[in-house]
């Protein structure tokens, strides 16, 4: 039987907020932590940031008196907040800088700040997208929450980037969702903290023509959660050490360059390098760590094979891959590759069954076509490289997107009688 889904109702003299944030995919990996407590980084990061039209986390944040404490619900299902010190510890820093809430169209004060303590707070949050399955949920899902409680408590930043410090302490790269486009993460230096914060480097207008596609391996949770992982990765593996001292720092300062330039043959070999490196460190880490799939290896095999065709023709990249903690493919391409990539894998992975099949390729923002007619249309050199799929392997599901904004707050009012 399934569980019943957890409402809250909306009192009287309530505030309610409700916020929309997105999914980041790194190009440059975060992987170890130099602080547990703080989130602080062994290195700098940097990701694109992915459109809500496609993946997005929403939270609900509900104020009021009549609370008798905090309860939070996470795809209808009851979280217990009092046992997630993260959580708390983003609670608790917005709590410290609550000011007056104030009503938007009389300028009247409704709550002031120091009556905040008197509000408990039902919380709503749900994915659009498979939770813990390396899809990023947990830096989307805190990113959202941060920006909904900071706009409940109208909070204000003392410096640029104040907010990204405190999502940061409850999932690391939830910082880099708090802005559109492309956003590096700098580690700082700092024992405080106070310097490691999210900076976007270009927004989601800069590069239109980038494109995404998501091939989900594996719709459920992961064998190793990337807390833990990342806690024995540093303990253990002396490539992590050398990454962080000797590499990361010269592919920030590349990546960045790529993305400001719009160079993709840059771009695609700095991404692919730095994931297959990352899943190096994991391969380094005693006792080793998998997150790629026989699917995973395959999707890798093809990308290079595309690119080496495409190369001798004198050509850019067509494609280049990015693995974050977990199976799933994810695929940095151009517009004018977007529909035969897509094509390709279709051909190899779509699902026979048409009730399957019809649901298999999600886009919502209309990128490419989805018809059996475009959709067969192969180009014959890419299908003879890729070849035909191994036993086991397998793509559940295909998310077309591109690079899009960061959060958005969709509902802020109160029920206080005027």
């Known amino acids: 039987m399934a569980e019943a889904k957890v409402e809250f109702e909306v009192p009287a003299d309530s505030v309610v907020v409700t916020c929309t944030a997105p999914v980041n995919i790194a190009v440059i990996k975060y992987w170890g932590k130099r602080d547990e407590k703080r989130i602080l980084p062994v290195n700098s990061s940097l990701s694109g940031t992915i459109d809500q039209g496609s993946m997005r986390s929403m939270t609900t944040i509900i104020a009021s008196k009549s609370f008798e404490k905090d309860e ?49 707070l039902k919380i709503i949050s ?137 160079d993709f043959a840059k771009f695609a070999e700095i991404t692919m390098k730095d994931s297959n490196q990352f899943h190096a460190v994991c391969l380094d880490t005693y006792p080793p760590i998998f997150y790629l799939n026989q699917t995973s290896k395959k999707i890798i095999h093809i990308i290079h094979q595309l690119n080496d065709l495409a190369a001798k023709a004198g050509k850019p990249p067509v494609a280049a891959y990015t693995y974050d903690a977990g199976p799933n493919a994810v695929i940095y391409t151009l517009q004018e590759n977007l529909q035969p990539l897509l094509n390709l894998f279709s051909k190899l992975y779509r699902p026979a069954d048409a009730s399957e099949a019809a649901t298999w390729i999600t886009d919502p923002m209309n990128l490419v076509k989805t018809d059996g007619e475009s959709l067969a249309q192969v180009d014959p050199e890419w299908a003879t490289l890729a070849g035909e799929p191994a036993s086991g392997e397998r793509v559940y599901n295909v998310i077309v997107s591109k690079v899009g904004p960061g959060p958005k707050i969709v509902r802020k009012e109160h029920s206080f009688q005027k």
């Open 72 to 120: 939070m619900s996470l795809n209808g299902k009851p979280e217990n907040i009092g046992g997630s010190k993260r959580l708390n510890a983003v609670l608790n820093e917005l709590r410290k800088r609550a000011e007056d809430f104030v009503d938007s169209e009389t300028g009247s004060v409704l709550i002031k700040k120091e009556d905040w303590p008197q509000y408990k």
């Open 126 to 262: 749900e994915n659009n997208f498979p939770t813990a399955a390396g899809l990023a949920s947990s830096a989307s899902g805190f990113a959202c929450f941060t920006s909904c409680l900071a706009a409940l408590y109208g909070f204000k930043e003392q410096f640029p980037g104040e907010l990204t410090t405190i999502a940061r302490q409850g999932s690391g790269s939830a910082c880099r969702s708090l802005y559109g486009g492309w956003v590096k993460w700098v580690k700082g230096e700092r024992d405080d903290g106070l310097d490691s914060i999210a900076v976007q480097v270009a927004d989601e207008n800069h590069w239109p023509e980038m494109r995404v596609l998501i091939l989900v391996a594996h719709s459920g949770a992961k064998e190793v959660p990337s807390t833990s992982g990342m806690e024995t990765s540093v303990q253990t593996s002396l490539l992590l050490k050398h990454r962080a001292e000797a590499i990361v720092e010269g592919r920030m300062q590349g990546m960045e360059d790529a993305i400001i330039r719009k």
